[in-house]
Structures are given as structure tokens and as C-alpha cells.
């Protein structure tokens, strides 16, 4: 049977047939998709973990016990889970286990552009690279008997392209992975340095078994053609590179570490020119170079950015083929760019208002919230990573010491869950000053509204314990804690006030759902009476998207306003008045 | 490595929220129901907050690259004035533009920076062979939902792919839950009939701009 599958949705399919019995992922962008499309199969315990950390160690128990087991992140979310990462190599995993890491070039939907295959080498565990729908769907299950036959954890390396584009996937049933009765084994399952140094030989041996194993044929595809040109390449790039140059000859790789040494040798010798075609960095050409084969690689393509067909063209055959062929004039620098915005009616928009009104220095963190950052708000100074704002806003109080511009860390619930408790546990114990405002929307809105502990509610669904960031923020001590309701300014102002001058630690949970969760108009859409209006451009810095300004004409498009009131609350004039209430006055 | 026959290459851009993800998988699904191979571009995450979006759609004997490449698109399905213009290099010289005369303000254009360009469907039709533009929100209002015009979109689109009728009802089946197919169906019908209806001839004979206001 036939699907048309989403590259996560395959490997989801991958995992299903694979026998996998317990999966686990926090939301990010491109990986999301992998642990949704699994949770759709009962033979599988899916669950949203409050990081990657946690997801990879909960995958390696699973795995440990004799269960198959798949992890999914982001690029980034492979920093957070570095740590267990490196010493799982070494204690193995009896039952099989995948990590899937989403890269994402291009930067999509991401803060930087780090390029994961180097954590194949550098943990020293095998990697695979699908380049499409179908072959994440069979690398998935490849990876599952590799993991299984030499004891390590296998790296999946997928990109946005592949994550988020969809390909015609043959289905296959399920071969249920039975669990063999547990045994205990301490010498390879604690790592003492004892135990380790015994291990780390096994290691490097495997590898180098490995890059013969029989298994290198399922994975690699050979294409002879023209024997003067020579693409060596891997993932989607791969697909470029056959639409643009289809009489060369190729040899793609699907296990990309270790690589088919004796292979890519043979090769070499049978064509004149060898071009390496890879997405960001380096990574084939350099360890190609490093056996002694010439090649053409990031000289031709580009290091930064995504590749598409395009790139790859203008990398074969010089920059000047495309200018000739269409020589009309551009129209690409009279274009308005159309950056993302707040949703109209977004509950974030009121308290960076406010921020900016108190003049806070504002450190940043990832999620919907980081557009705050944009103009007309401009209300942030930092985005790091993620949890990164608790930290950083300690930081620089010390430093900057300023009254006149006190600092705030803003977080969300979900992202204060991943990584920012554990710096609010060091504000408290270092004794700062700083305020930390938690966005408390009630989900991970940027990734598409995953429950998360706060929430109450599992990925299968299921209700469970509401974690209490109020009560949580207490417990660790925090002196001064309060929850504002962000459509009201004022309170927001007041409450903003009162943690500046209150000479200690606060948090202020700012508390109202996703506006998109909440699927109804807060109320009637607003209108501004232009009788009152003094043009003041007030209402326009709140970054709502229904509100628009043509020439000195000031109108709230009454298809995109939901009713929150926000812009009405900050109008010093009272020009913007509900619908309903100007129909009453005329 | 044969050279595979011709495939078809079809851009849909507009702006996140506009039914554009939808409209890209009913059309890939009905590509694959044809028996073709086929593959979808898109991207999620942050663009998807009002964002420009833009799915490439390409389908044929055997499709390679999932991304479109420059002056290669047949066919654009533009829900929004401004990214057909954003995106129109990737028109072939021989291709058709469909362009949804619905503007959306972007940020700088909303706050007084910067101007909505003018003369969008004429600096498109210098660069394409067919383009049809029509007011497909006040069509889609007019039908009972203004978030249709995606498939009043595809159904224009479908009289120029030669799948049959059929396969487009399985398509639309599999991707809109059933409580939302009858008035998708509907509009994907004032689509398919549109052009026949308001130009009378057909649509194979269609050359040059045709701007259709109401």
C-alpha cells in the first residue's frame, strides 16, 4: 500500500513497523511531527518529555530494559541531550535505540544553523541520512537493526526538507520486537572509569567494523553514468543534484558515519571530476580529503543556507548559466518583507507594551513570544537558547545595576519547564534582584499547541497532574510571586512596578491562553472614533496585526480583531470603543 | 541516469492562515491518487504566524527535487497579491498565474514604512503566458465561508490538470474532515465551473490576462 507521508510522519511509520515500543520528544521545530504521527499507534507509549535531556534518558531506560525506543529534536535539542549522549555510546542500549536530530538549514525556524553530523563523530556513534519520505521510512528501521546488532544508539540526521516534505511511502506491517528477560549487566551499564576504559576500545573497533558491514549496501546507491563527473553527496541534496546533472555518475550515502571507505576509493578511481555535494559544512568533503581524493566541494557550494536546485546549478556550472537564460529585470527590491507577527489578540502583546513603556531591559527566550523582539514592540534585547532569559537577566543585573532600567527575563510556561527552573533555583540562592515574567499561555504555541507538565494533559490525551508554576515558584523560594491577567494594562503596569521597586527576586506569571487555543472572539471587534483620534500612533505600537494605518488614517480591520480590548486599554484618548458600544452611540 | 519525462511544478504562496498547507496536499494527494509520483515542499513553525508561505507542489513520472527551481513553475496559485510578485521568479515563461485580488497588509506596509507595491498584475503578465485574477475571499464569502477561496483555487486549477472529476472528490475526502467537505466541495465546484461560466470559452484556448472583479 501506498501514502503520500511527510518525512516525519514516515519515520514515524519507520518506528511503527520497526516494533518500537516506547517513544519520547519535546516540540521543536522541524522535528515535531515524528512523536504526533507516533502517537497515533496504541503499540506505542508516546509521551512529550519537559526536554530532549530527559526524552533521551527516558528512551535510554526503555532501551536498557530490552524495549525499542526512538527520540526525536530539534538540531538544538541534541545540545541539550549531549550529555547522556556521549557516555550512552559507551553503556549501549540492549534494545535498540534511534535518535532522530531535525536540522534545520535555512534557519527556518531557528536560532542558528549548527550542522549535527559532527556529533556523529564526535560521540562516535553510527549515523544515517534519509533523502526522502520513503527512505526515512526504511533508514528508520535500518537504524533500529544496527542499534540492536552492535549495541550503540544510531543518529537519524534529517533536515527541514525532509522532515516537512512529503513523498509517496510503500507501507509495511508491524514485526512486533519481543523483549528478552532483563539482565543485569553493571560492568557496561555503570560507568565507573573502570568499567569505561574497558569499553571505549569496543567502541572504536565497532566503528571500524561498521563502515564493512553487509548493511552499507542497503544503505549506499551507486549510479554509473558519465564517467568524467563524479557526485558524491547525501540527504536531499542528493535530489538536486540528479535534477540538475542527470547523466553523472553518483554515489550517494545513507550512512554518512562511518562512511563505505572501500567504496568511495573505488569510485574515485572510476570518474575524472569528483564533486561533493552536502548541505553546511564540510563534513564528506573533509574526511574524502583525508584519504587522499581530490575533490570539489564547499568551494563551489555554499557552507551558509539551505541548497536547492538553484545552488547546486550555480555550483556546477558557474554562477553566469541562469543571468543569460532570463534576462528580465528583478522585482525582488520593491517587495515589503512579510515578517511574522503576534496573533491580533495574542496575550503577550500587552505585557512587552508594558515593558517597553518601564523602560526594562529584556532578556529573551525561544518561543511565539520571541517576535517581541520585532518592531513595533521592540521590547527585547536577547534570545539565546532555550531558558537562557533567567540566567542572562542575573547577569547583567549585576552588571548594569541600573534603576532607571531594571531588568526582566521573559519566559514561556512551556520553555520556563525545559530549562528555566533550574536558573530561577540560582537567582533565589545568589540572591538577584532581577524580575522574571513567565508567559503562561497554557501550551507550546509556536510548535502547535502540545500540552506540556503545566498543562495537565499527556500526548495520548490523557489528563494528569497539573504541574503549579505559581506553587513551584514558591517552593523554591522565590519572595515575591504574582499572576496578572495581561489584557489588563494596568494591573500589568502596577504589577511590573511593584516588582521593580520591590528590592528582591520576583516572578510575575503573566496567565491567559493562546489565543488561537481559545478559537472564539474575546468580544465584539473594535472601532476607532477618528472624531477622537489625534493620530498618536499609540495603538500601533502594540503590533497587532489588525490594526493599520493608511496615510493619517487609523482603522482596525474588524475580520482579524478578536475583541481583546488591548489597543482600547492603552489609548490614552479612549478613541477605540467596542463595535457594539459605537453602534449604541450613533 | 534516464532524464524522467515532463513533471509538472505548481507554487502555492500566500500568507500563514490562508488554507495554503490544505490546498498543497489535496493537490498531492490527487496527484498520487493519478498514479504519479510526487513530492510537496513546505515549512512550519514561525513563518506560519502571518508570515509569507509558499509550497511547492511538483508531480510526474518521477519527481526528484521536492523544491521548484527558478523559471520552472507551470502554474501559481498566489492567495495574496503581494507573494505572487514575492515569488514570481519561479515562473516559467510558459506558465499561468492564479492571483486572489485579496490584498493583506503586511507589518511595514500596516505601520506607514513602506508602500503595497502597484501594478502587481501587470508586472506578472509581463513574465508569464496565462494570468487570471479574481476576487476568490469575496467569492468564497459569497459561497458561505470566505475560507474556501483555497478551493475555489483548485478547482480552477483542476481543469488545466486533466485528472479526472473523480479524483479530485477521493482527494478532497481524504484531506477535509467529513463535516467540512460539503461546502469545500461546493467551492472547489465554483472553481471548476468558474472560468467556462465567465469567459465561455475553454480553458485550454485561454492566453493572456483576464481580471475577473466580482
Known amino acids: 500500500m501506498k501514502a503520500l507521508l511527510s518525512g516525519n510522519e514516515a519515520i514515524a511509520r519507520g518506528a511503527y513497523e520497526a516494533g518500537v515500543i516506547f517513544a519520547s520528544a519535546y516540540p521543536g521545530t522541524p522535528s515535531t511531527e515524528i512523536l504526533e504521527a507516533i502517537a497515533h499507534y496504541d503499540e506505542i507509549q508516546a509521551q512529550w518529555a519537559p526536554n530532549e535531556k530527559v526524552a533521551l534518558e527516558t528512551a535510554a531506560g526503555a532501551s536498557l530494559a530490552g524495549g525499542r525506543a526512538l527520540v526525536a529534536m530539534k538540531h538544538v535539542g541534541l545540545n541539550v541531550a549531549a550529555d547522556p549522549l556521549f557516555s550512552l555510546v559507551y553503556m549501549g542500549c540492549p534494545g535498540g535505540l534511534v535518535i532522530v536530530s531535525a536540522d534545520d538549514p535555512g534557519m527556518h525556524s531557528s536560532q542558528n544553523e549548527q550542522d549535527n553530523r559532527w556529533y556523529a563523530r564526535a560521540a562516535k556513534l553510527p549515523m544515517l541520512e534519509p533523502s526522502d519520505s520513503q527512505e526515512a521510512r526504511i533508514f528508520t528501521k535500518l537504524a533500529f537493526e544496527i542499534s540492536e546488532k552492535y549495541n550503540t544508539p544510531v543518529l537519524l540526521r534529517i533536515t527541514t526538507r525532509i522532515a516537512h516534505s512529503s513523498s509517496v511511502v510503500t507501507l509495511e506491517p508491524r514485526a512486533e520486537h519481543p523483549i528478552p528477560p532483563y539482565q543485569k549487566n553493571s560492568e557496561h551499564h555503570v560507568l565507573l572509569p573502570v568499567h569505561a576504559r574497558k569499553i571505549h576500545p569496543e567502541i572504536e573497533a565497532r566503528l571500524q567494523r561498521l563502515s564493512r558491514d553487509a548493511v552499507m549496501q542497503k544503505c549506499t546507491t551507486i549510479l554509473r553514468g558519465n564517467s568524467d563527473v563524479g557526485i558524491i553527496t547525501a540527504g536531499v541534496a542528493f535530489h538536486y543534484a540528479c535534477e540538475v546533472f542527470p547523466e553523472a555518475s553518483f554515489f550517494k550515502l545513507g550512512m554518512t558515519h562511518p562512511m563505505p571507505v572501500d567504496w568511495l576509493f573505488e569510485f574515485?578511481?572510476?570518474?575524472?571530476?569528483?564533486?561533493?555535494?552536502?548541505?553546511?559544512?564540510?563534513?564528506?568533503?573533509?574526511?574524502?580529503?583525508?584519504?587522499?581524493?581530490?575533490?570539489?566541494?564547499?568551494?563551489?557550494?555554499?557552507?551558509?543556507?539551505?541548497?536547492?536546485?538553484?545552488?547546486?546549478?550555480?555550483?556546477?556550472?558557474?554562477?553566469?548559466?541562469?543571468?543569460?537564460?532570463?534576462?528580465?529585470?528583478?522585482?525582488?527590491?520593491?517587495?515589503?518583507?512579510?515578517?511574522?507577527?503576534?496573533?491580533?489578540?495574542?496575550?503577550?502583546?500587552?505585557?512587552?507594551?508594558?515593558?517597553?513603556?518601564?523602560?526594562?531591559?529584556?532578556?529573551?527566550?525561544?518561543?511565539?513570544?520571541?517576535?517581541?523582539?520585532?518592531?513595533?514592540?521592540?521590547?527585547?534585547?536577547?534570545?539565546?537558547?532555550?531558558?537562557?532569559?533567567?540566567?542572562?537577566?542575573?547577569?547583567?543585573?549585576?552588571?548594569?545595576?541600573?534603576?532607571?532600567?531594571?531588568?526582566?527575563?521573559?519566559?514561556?510556561?512551556?520553555?520556563?519547564?525545559?530549562?528555566?527552573?533550574?536558573?530561577?533555583?540560582?537567582?533565589?540562592?545568589?540572591?538577584?534582584?532581577a524580575v522574571v515574567v513567565i508567559l503562561d499561555n497554557g501550551t507550546t504555541a509556536m510548535t502547535g499547541h502540545q500540552p506540556h507538565p503545566g498543562t495537565g494533559r499527556t500526548l495520548k490525551g490523557h489528563s494528569t497532574h497539573k504541574l503549579d508554576i505559581e506553587q513551584l515558584c514558591r517552593a523554591l523560594g522565590v519572595p515575591h510571586v504574582e499572576i496578572v491577567n495581561p489584557y489588563h494594562l494596568d494591573d500589568v503596569i502596577q504589577a511590573l512596578k511593584r516588582a521593580k521597586s520591590a528590592g528582591e527576586l520576583s516572578v510575575i506569571i503573566s496567565r491567559a491562553p493562546c489565543i488561537l487555543l481559545e478559537k472564539r472572539r474575546l468580544g465584539a471587534p473594535l472601532v476607532i472614533d477618528m472624531n477622537l483620534c489625534k493620530a498618536c500612533n499609540v495603538c500601533l505600537q502594540l503590533g497587532c496585526p489588525a490594526i493599520e494605518r493608511v496615510g493619517q488614517q487609523y482603522r482596525i480591520d474588524p475580520a482579524f480583531c478578536v475583541g481583546c480590548g488591548l489597543c482600547a486599554r492603552g489609548c490614552q484618548l479612549r478613541a477605540i470603543v467596542s463595535s457594539d458600544d459605537m453602534m449604541i452611540m450613533n | 541516469m534516464k532524464l524522467p519525462s515532463e513533471t509538472t511544478n505548481v507554487i502555492l504562496c500566500g500568507v500563514g492562515g490562508q488554507g495554503i498547507l490544505l490546498a498543497g496536499r489535496i493537490l498531492a494527494v490527487a496527484a498520487l491518487e493519478a498514479g504519479l509520483d510526487v513530492k510537496k515542499a513546505e515549512v512550519h513553525g514561525m513563518a506560519q504566524r502571518g508570515g509569507s508561505v509558499i509550497t511547492h507542489v511538483r508531480f510526474g513520472e518521477r519527481v526528484f527535487s521536492p523544491l521548484i527551481a527558478s523559471h520552472q513553475a507551470h502554474f501559481m496559485l498566489a492567495f495574496e497579491p503581494l507573494e505572487a510578485l514575492r515569488y514570481l521568479d519561479f515562473m516559467s515563461p510558459d506558465g499561468t498565474i492564479f492571483i486572489n485580488q485579496q490584498k493583506i497588509l503586511p507589518q511595514p506596509v500596516r505601520v506607514g514604512k513602506m508602500a503595497y507595491p502597484t501594478g502587481i498584475v501587470s508586472k506578472c503578465k509581463k513574465r508569464v503566458h496565462r494570468l487570471i485574477a479574481i476576487n476568490a475571499t469575496h467569492n468564497a464569502e459569497s459561497i458561505g465561508d470566505p475560507r474556501v477561496a483555497n478551493l475555489i483555487f483548485l478547482g480552477m486549477l483542476s481543469r488545466f490538470l486533466g485528472f479526472p472529476e473523480s479524483i479530485w472528490q477521493k482527494a478532497i475526502q481524504a484531506c477535509i474532515p467529513s463535516t467540512k467537505q460539503e461546502i469545500n466541495i461546493r467551492a472547489f465546484q465554483f472553481g471548476r465551473d468558474f472560468l467556462m461560466r465567465r469567459l465561455s470559452i475553454p480553458e485550454k484556448e485561454i492566453r493572456g490576462t483576464y481580471i475577473i472583479t466580482s
Open chain 1, 268 to 433: 574515485a578511481l572510476s570518474v575524472r571530476n569528483i564533486f561533493v555535494i552536502e548541505e553546511l559544512d564540510p563534513f564528506l568533503e573533509e574526511q574524502i580529503r583525508a584519504l587522499g581524493i581530490e575533490v570539489t566541494g564547499k568551494d563551489r557550494f555554499p557552507v551558509v543556507g539551505e541548497l536547492n536546485p538553484d545552488r547546486v546549478r550555480q555550483g556546477l556550472y558557474g554562477p553566469e548559466t541562469e543571468k543569460k537564460e532570463h534576462s528580465h529585470e528583478p522585482v525582488s527590491d520593491e517587495i515589503p518583507p512579510r515578517p511574522p507577527v503576534f496573533c491580533p489578540g495574542c496575550p503577550h502583546a500587552g505585557m512587552f507594551w508594558a515593558l517597553k513603556k518601564l523602560r526594562f531591559r529584556v532578556t529573551g527566550d525561544i518561543g511565539c513570544y520571541t517576535l517581541g523582539a520585532l518592531p513595533p514592540l521592540a521590547a527585547m534585547d536577547s534570545c539565546l537558547n532555550m531558558g537562557a532569559s533567567i540566567g542572562m537577566a542575573e547577569g547583567m543585573e549585576r552588571v548594569l545595576k541600573d534603576s532607571r532600567h531594571p531588568v526582566a527575563a521573559v519566559i514561556g510556561d512551556s520553555t520556563f519547564i525545559h530549562s528555566g527552573i533550574t536558573g530561577l533555583i540560582d537567582l533565589v540562592y545568589n540572591g538577584s534582584h
